[in-house]
Every structure is written in structure tokens, then in C-alpha cells.
């Protein structure tokens, strides 16, 4: 495939053409893609998606995990996961009483008993810790609210 120019440059291009020429987008892309020698803007993408080399390696993938408790290597690795995520959930949420969520962390207990579940399984271990730093948020969020609950009560 020999285009005239980079992708980004000919929808620039195309761009260009729609505001001189006060026609939609769509049309003046397809425009640029006849003059590329195609006979729509979706064929010339097609073909330029195909030719692009595709990844040589797998991406990477953990083992199965297929009852629970996880094992220990799983184990420690999840705790320090959590462990940093935590951290960085705090240093974002700011939370009021910091001190106090902090208090209430425990990355054990999260990992043992928060993390995963049997109706979860079997799940990728790779996956698996994914779910830490897409979920901890939540869990963070709980912790902060019963840290400002007590913090209330104290007064």
C-alpha cells in the first residue's frame, strides 16, 4: 500500500477540504480515498488495518485459578498489588480522614475475602488482578465513608 501520506496527515487533509468546501466529513474523506486510488474512505482504512504487521508475541496470560484459596504465590502477589493500589486510590481520593482509613485497610482480609468468589471461577490469574486495581476504588471509597462515620461519632 503506497499512500501519498501518513493516515493522520490525510485526514488533516480531509479536514481541510471539509471546512474550504463546507461538505461533511464523511464525503471529504472519501474524496482523499478516491484520490488514493480507493474507492471509499472504509476500503483504504481496510487495507492500510491489513497491511499493518500484526504482534508476534501472545499476549501475556497467568494460569487458570479454579478454587478458592488461592495459593500463596498468587496470594502474596495480590496483597502487594493491593497494597499499591491502595495507596494510590488514597493519594487520589484524598479521603477526610485519612489516618483513619488507613486504619481500616487491610490488604489480607481484601485479598481473602473481597477479591474473588467461587461464582468467579475459573478466572486467569492475570485477569484476576486486573479486577484489583479496576475494583479496590469501591472498596477504598467504603473505608474512607465508615472512617468519616466514626470520625463523627468521636465528636
Known amino acids: 500500500m503506497n499512500l501519498s501520506a501518513p493516515i493522520n496527515e490525510l ?8 471546512r474550504s468546501e ?3 466529513l464523511n464525503q471529504a474523506l472519501n474524496r482523499i480515498a478516491k484520490e488514493e486510488g480507493y474507492t471509499s474512505w472504509s476500503l483504504l482504512i481496510r487495507d492500510y488495518e ?15 485459578i ?15 498489588l493491593a497494597n ?9 481520593m484524598e479521603p477526610d480522614n485519612p489516618k483513619e482509613t488507613r486504619a481500616l485497610w487491610d490488604a489480607e482480609d481484601y485479598v481473602d475475602n473481597h477479591h474473588l468468589s ?16 479496576a475494583f479496590l ?8 465513608m465508615r472512617a468519616d462515620a466514626m470520625a463523627a461519632d468521636e465528636t
Open 11 to 18: 485526514k488533516r487533509k480531509a479536514k481541510l477540504l471539509r
Open 118 to 133: 467461587d461464582d468467579m471461577l475459573p478466572i486467569d490469574s492475570e485477569y484476576a488482578l486486573s479486577l484489583i486495581e
Open 50 to 64: 491489513a497491511q499493518k504487521p500484526k504482534p508476534s508475541v501472545a499476549p501475556r496470560t497467568g494460569y487458570q
Open 137 to 144: 476504588v469501591h472498596h477504598v471509597l467504603d473505608l474512607a
Open 22 to 24: 463546507d461538505i461533511p
Open 66 to 80: 479454579t478454587s478458592l484459596p488461592v495459593d500463596d504465590t498468587y496470594r502474596k502477589e495480590a496483597i502487594a
Open 84 to 92: 499499591s493500589t491502595f495507596e494510590m486510590v488514597m493519594r487520589r
